[in-house]
């Protein structure tokens, strides 16, 4: 597989430095010191990292809203979304190339052989090089029913993959409806800040879809009187 250049980007990791001092993650610091720094794929990278595994594979979080709105802003990772039923696949795939890690629970766990299996209580795998190379890519699992999507947050929800996401230069994305609905629990500046800029670019039934969810959901979130 084609390398999507693992060099530290040392702008890009000064920049989450700032951003985890300034307002969103003010211990990160500290755990970066115990497990390692950050820099991260943005979206082109993690095509030209993921295509080649043969996998599903889409992108989630604020990349999500970005592509849909436009509106560019800092971000500190990228979510990447697998089905959970292809981390052993994953695994093989990335041997002697990049090593996987579990996380869960604030753990880390690595990922070795083909007896790999995920903890329990752990819905992400973590990526890199070595123990000396930055993370690149945080991947969160996704269940599925039968092949269709299940959201994690409404389990008994479920839906075919093309439905929730669309795709922007080549690579899939989670619908901003559903990505707001993720941040929602969160509500960071951040979260705040990518609701502000995709409400406007929102249809009618996306606006619907996400009322309906925060109401379901979490009733009485402070967005539902946006929405």
Not at 133 to 153: E, Q
Request: proline share 7%; net charge negative.
């Amino acid at each position: 597989m084609t390398d999507p250049d693992p060099r530290l980007d040392v702008d890009r990791l000064n920049a989450t430095r700032a951003a985890y001092r300034s307002e969103e993650k003010p211990g990160e610091l500290a755990f970066q010191r115990l497990y390692g720094v950050w820099s991260p794929f943005d979206p082109q990278q993690a095509k030209a990292f993921f295509d080649p595994t043969g996998l599903e594979w889409w992108v989630a979080g604020g990349w999500a809203i970005e592509a849909f709105t436009g509106v560019a802003r800092h971000h500190e990772d990228i979510d990447v979304s697998l089905w959970r039923r292809d981390v052993g696949a994953l695994v093989r795939h990335l041997a002697g190339l990049y090593d996987v890690w579990s996380a869960g629970d604030g753990a880390l766990k690595p990922l070795v052989g083909d007896d790999a299996e995920m903890p329990d209580n752990a819905d992400q795998v973590w990526l890199r090089e070595h123990a000396l190379g930055p993370w690149r890519a945080d991947c969160v699992l996704n269940p599925d029913r039968d092949g269709r999507w299940v959201n994690r947050r409404e389990p008994t929800w479920d839906a075919p993959l093309d439905a929730i996401t669309f795709v922007r230069d080549g690579v899939r994305y989670l619908n901003p409806e559903i990505a707001l609905g993720y941040k929602a629990k969160g509500n960071r500046p951040k979260d705040r800040r990518d609701l502000e800029a995709a409400l406007p670019l929102m249809t009618a039934d996306q606006r619907g879809w996400l009322a309906a969810f925060l109401d379901r959901v979490h009733p009485g979130h402070p967005w539902r009187d946006q929405v």
